[in-house]
T-cell receptor, first 111, second 113 residues
Framework: GENVEQHPSTLSVQEGDSAVIKCTYS??????FPWYKQELGKRPQLIID?????GEKKDQRIAVTLNKTAKHFSLHITETQPEDSAVYFC??????????FGTGTSLTVIP | EAQVTQNPRYLITVTGKKLTVTCSQN?????MSWYRQDPGLGLRQIYY???????DKGDVPEGYKVSRKEKRNFPLILESPSPNQTSLYFC????????????FGPGTRLLVL
């Protein structure tokens, strides 16, 4: 089956700096690459996603890049704010509704 | 309001006592899933369903059952719970057109003694 690896497991940045989280996957048939944000005690919520036919997608301060050849994708958060502090999960999905998640990155934005 | 609901939200039980966690969505989504979340392991898919009466095993199906008799409901059944099934469980749903946009329920925290 698919194997999704996520790094780093913890990340601390100063407010206003950028944060980058990286994921690799193993199954070349994977087509969907969503990113979820989970605040403490809350449910995961989709923040951005990218499909395999796109190399980059941006939504305000958040961007995701995908390199299908190298089988890795990354989340970029610019101008970080304290409310960006949360756990972020990457995931990959292929045919149908089967998804594999990374182990999460705990992001702390220091005011 | 579009939502995914789960019940109960918290449950303490004993080894071997059958339990069911319900999940319901009001968005007419075709796809539904169950995940468990454990510290350091992220979210792992237990079972998923792509339509009524269609269910498939995810990454960690052992010890769990599901059913999809109606489009809106996707209950998770633990026939004989064991302590290693102590976890935080999430139900999720998505449409066929936007399968990657999963809406998660609020979670069910289960403790098996």
């Amino acid at each position: 089956g698919e194997n999704v690896e996520q790094h780093p497991s913890t990340l601390s940045v100063q407010e206003g700096d950028s944060a980058v989280i990286k994921c690799t996957y193993s199954d070349s048939a994977s087509n969907y690459f969503p990113w979820y944000k989970q605040e403490l005690g809350k449910r995961p919520q989709l923040i951005i996603d990218i499909r395999s036919n796109v190399g980059e997608k941006k939504d305000q301060r958040i961007a995701v890049t995908l390199n299908k050849t190298a089988k890795h994708f990354s989340l970029h958060i610019t101008e970080t704010q304290p409310e960006d502090s949360a756990v972020y999960f990457c995931a990959s999905g292929g045919t149908g509704n089967q998804f594999y998640f990374g182990t999460g990155t705990s992001l702390t934005v220091i005011p | 309001e579009a939502q995914v609901t789960q019940n109960p939200r918290y449950l303490i039980t004993v080894t071997g006592k059958k339990l069911t966690v319900t999940c319901s969505q009001n968005m007419n989504h075709e796809y539904m899933s169950w995940y468990r979340q454990d510290p350091g392991l992220g979210l792992r898919q237990i079972y998923y369903s792509m339509n009524v009466e269609v269910t498939d095993k995810g990454d960690v199906p052992e010890g769990y059952k599901v059913s999809r008799k109606e489009k809106r409901n996707f209950p998770l059944i633990l026939e004989s719970p064991s302590p290693n099934q102590t976890s935080l469980y999430f139900c999720a749903s998505s449409s066929r057109e936007a399968v990657e946009t999963q809406y998660f329920g609020p979670g069910t925290r289960l403790l098996v003694l």
